[in-house]
C-alpha cells in the first residue's frame, strides 16, 4: 500500500507595504487540524525630530482583537516597530482571518506584514 504524500507547510503571506490595514484569509482543510505560528510586522520611518511621534498596531484573529499596543516612535532619523507572535491552532475545515491595523502620529508606516506558517 502506497503511503500519502506529505504536502509541503503552508506559508501565507500579506505585505501591504505602506498601506495601515493588512487582511490574510487562511482556509480551511478538510482533512487535518493544523498549528500556525502567526506574526506582523510594523516598520515605520521616524523623523528625525520625533516631538510626540508614536506608532500603533491592533490585531484581530476572527473578527475578534487579540492584542493592541502603542509606543513612543524612537531611533530619530532611522526606523522603529512593532511586532507580534501567536501560535494558533485551527480544527480540520477551520478558517482563519488575521486583521492587522497601524496608526501613526509624527512618523510614517514604511511597511505592515502578515504572515502564518505551519508548524510540524
Known sequence: MKQPVAA?????????????????DVPGLLERSRVFEVDVTLVVDAPTALQGAWHELSLE????????RRVDTRNPGQTDGLDYHQQ??????????IRAVAQVKGCRIRQLLVEAREER
Open 8 to 24: 509541503a507547510p503552508e506559508h501565507w503571506r500579506r505585505d501591504v507595504g505602506a498601506d495601515s490595514v493588512a487582511v490574510l
Open 61 to 68: 484573529l476572527d473578527g475578534r482583537r487579540q492584542w493592541c
Open 88 to 97: 494558533v491552532r485551527l480544527a480540520p475545515d477551520q478558517g482563519l482571518r
